[in-house]
């Protein structure tokens, strides 16, 4: 399990795992709004990670950031550690 601190948003923690071929599993965010966070992590469910930073990085919300936006900046980070 990977653990994402957010910045800017309502959501305070990203949990994530990534699967062997690079997809999206087990998402879920620790505070900010509920209903559309469960939403959120079913539509990224089972998706490549490099669909998901496409589709969700640069969504703004407040502070310039979304959970969305946060999320994709997670696996950017996940995606740096793993090619060191």
């Known amino acids: 399990m ?4 957010t910045k800017g948003t309502c959501s305070r923690q990203i949990l994530y795992d990534v699967t062997k071929d690079n997809k999206l599993t087990n998402v879920k965010f620790i505070g900010g709004c509920s209903g559309n966070l469960q939403a959120l992590s079913r539509l990224v469910e089972g998706k490549d990670i490099n669909e998901v930073i496409s589709l969700l990085s640069g969504i703004k919300c407040r502070a310039n950031t979304s959970c969305g936006d946060q999320l994709a900046k997670a696996l950017i ?4 550690k793993e090619n060191e």
């Open 77 to 80: 980070e996940y995606q740096r």
């Open 2 to 5: 990977n653990i994402y601190n």
